[in-house]
């Protein structure tokens, strides 16, 4: 592979910054990743993965090997960088809803003493509207020989690299030509396969990535608002769900009822949107996101009363095993997990909690260190008087229920996800239950 003129530098070394640093070096540019987690470094330089990502290892792999992708936590490593990614974390704010733009605003002041002439900072992170302006300004006096643009990312968590190497659109915010040839130019094997191209202004492109967000987590609790009114009226989400799906205006996707959406983007993106809204003057404009979020963390609560209602409401004599704690499949993410919510609530009222997950028992028990874990399936069932489906891993929707009924005690399942086959469990003896299905 042609090795390319550029060289790019990835500031913070998290889970886009590897992700995009790893793509990046497949596509033959020469990347170096700084990160003051001296950890983290340390585990990147030996080539392996901090975390799970389907296939990134095996990329990251072979890129460390080709020599073209490098590690480090000394910023003097970008001095000779044309292109420096920002990929830091905003985190929501301890003290309210607002995104902390600390990380952000950090990494800017480390790499400004070292940006060479002619450079070009990118923001990838997830920043409130009007942040890149405010950057751009302040570069100007610390390196105003440099310039700044910004490029929300939008990767699933399971589908990074995918998303990343083949994107759906690329989003630049610049405000001049010169940086949008530059972003050209870094792209163009991207925008060689044919991949839209969206030249915004900064604080459009900020506004992109949040209003996609607003918009799935607006549709996810929809479909979890109908749940309710099926269980209510006696319908059947899934088959509703399915009906409205076939409108192309609507489509089906994200139209999945259950227990909601969980991570570390959709419930604080939002947040911060509401805050940044408000601090805008434009509060009314968003107020429909509190309900939003409201549905969301109320569909946690409803899988309670359904357990409540099968067992009893003092929940002290009963096992639970819950299969998932990490917040979607093909992830060790737990942040915000809905399922391992509703495990440490359930624990909370008094029942044994038994977690088992394929990648997220670690990261669940440095978060809940008070749960009881299992590595496999059938030890979490054991003697168990109720089963919880909160992830929806390929292996627990193939699971055999007749091949399980002599480990648990009571046959009863509630599947958070509405993605096992009802009528296998029942055959099998189970009673069933989900969330927006009454039968």
């Not at 109908?226 to 609507?250: F, H, N, Q, S, W």
């Amino acid at each position: 592979m042609k090795v390319m003129d550029e060289k790019l530098s990835v500031v913070g070394c998290g889970y886009l910054g590897v992700t995009h640093a790893a793509c990046m070096s497949s596509l033959g540019y020469r990347v170096v990743g700084v990160d003051t987690d001296p950890v983290k470094i340390a585990e990147l330089q030996s080539g392996k993965l901090p975390f799970y990502e389907p296939g990134l290892d095996t990329l990251l792999a072979q890129e460390m090997k080709s020599g073209r992708l490098s590690f480090t936590t000394d910023v003097l490593a970008v001095t000779d960088a044309d292109v420096h990614f920002i990929c830091v974390g905003t985190p929501q704010s301890k003290d309210g809803l607002a995104a902390d733009l600390t990380y952000v605003k950090s990494a800017l002041a480390a790499i400004s003493p070292f940006l060479k002439k002619g450079s070009l900072v990118v923001g990838k992170s997830t920043v409130p509207v009007g942040t890149a302006q405010s950057l751009r300004e302040e570069l100007a006096k610390t390196a105003p020989h440099a310039d700044l643009a910004w490029n929300p990312e939008f990767l699933r968590e399971g589908f990074a690299v995918e998303d990343t190497l083949t994107p759906n659109r690329l989003v630049v915010g610049v405000a001049n030509d010169l940086a949008e040839d530059i972003l050209k130019k870094v792209y163009k094997p991207i925008l060689d396969l044919g991949t839209p191209w969206i030249r915004a202004d900064l604080p459009t492109s900020e506004l992109v990535k949040v209003a996609a967000n607003s918009f799935l987590a607006t549709k996810i609790s929809f479909i979890n608002a109908m749940a309710e009114v099926c269980e209510a009226a006696g319908g059947d989400v899934t088959v509703l769900a399915k009906a409205i799906g076939y409108d192309p205006r609507i489509g089906n996707k994200f139209l999945q009822a259950g227990i909601g959406f969980g991570g570390g983007c959709l419930p604080k993106d939002i947040r911060a949107f509401m805050a940044r809204a408000e601090e805008l003057g434009a509060k009314q404009a968003l107020e429909f996101l509190r309900e939003i979020d409201a549905i969301n963390l109320r569909a946690r609560l409803r899988v309670i009363d359904v357990v409540r209602s099968e067992l009893s409401d003092d929940l002290s004599q009963y096992k639970i095993a819950v299969l998932g704690a990490t917040f979607k499949p093909d992830s060790d993410d737990v942040r915000d997990s809905p399922a391992l919510d509703i495990a440490a609530q359930l624990n909370a009222a008094g029942a044994q909690v038994v977690v088992t997950d394929p990648q997220g028992i670690e990261p669940a028990r440095k978060r809940f260190p008070n749960l009881e874990y299992a590595l496999n399936v059938n030890d979490a069932l054991k003697d168990a008087n109720l089963v919880l489906h909160l992830t929806e891993w390929k292996e627990y929707r193939q699971i055999d229920p007749a091949a399980i009924s002599s480990l648990v005690k009571n046959k009863i399942i509630i599947d958070g996800r509405n993605m096992l086959d009802r009528d296998l469990w029942r055959k099998a003896g189970w009673k069933f239950r989900a969330l927006g299905r009454t039968d």
